[in-house]
């Protein structure tokens, strides 16, 4: 299937870590941009990191230093390691591979919670 499958969401006290997957069956994420957004309750959706088909990465600024996007093509698998996590970072996340303008597929999300 195109459409990635987030996993690893938990709830964790705050200074915390987590590990989200994002999974697709077939070759899908190693021929896409892979970006993470997220959306808390209330708020707009917004977006946290991206990786790029060569492995080239980014992150928004309120998470830079503390998460870490990576891929493993062999497993068709976008990984985001979360670290020192806040409060403020309680969201729903979701991964969207984007690989044309007409194809793009986003997962059903996985919650994060974090308890201050």
């Known amino acids: 299937q195109a459409q990635p499958v987030e996993s690893g969401g938990d709830s964790v006290q705050a200074g915390g870590s987590l590990r989200l997957s994002c999974a697709a069956s077939?070759?899908?994420?190693?021929?896409?941009?892979i970006d993470w957004y997220r959306q808390a309750p209330g708020k707009q959706r917004e977006w946290v990191a991206v990786?790029?088909?060569?492995?080239?990465?980014n992150y928004a600024d309120l998470v830079k230093g503390r998460f870490t996007i990576s891929r493993d093509n062999a497993k068709n698998t976008v990984y985001l390691q979360m670290d020192s996590l806040k409060p403020e970072d309680t969201a729903v996340y979701y991964c969207?591979?984007?690989?044309?303008?007409?194809?793009?597929?986003w997962g059903q999300g996985t919650q994060v919670t974090v308890s201050s």
């Open positions: 969207r591979a984007y690989i044309s303008p007409t194809r793009i597929y």
């Open positions: 077939t070759n899908i994420v190693s021929i896409s941009r």
């Open positions: 990786i790029g088909i060569g492995g080239d990465t």
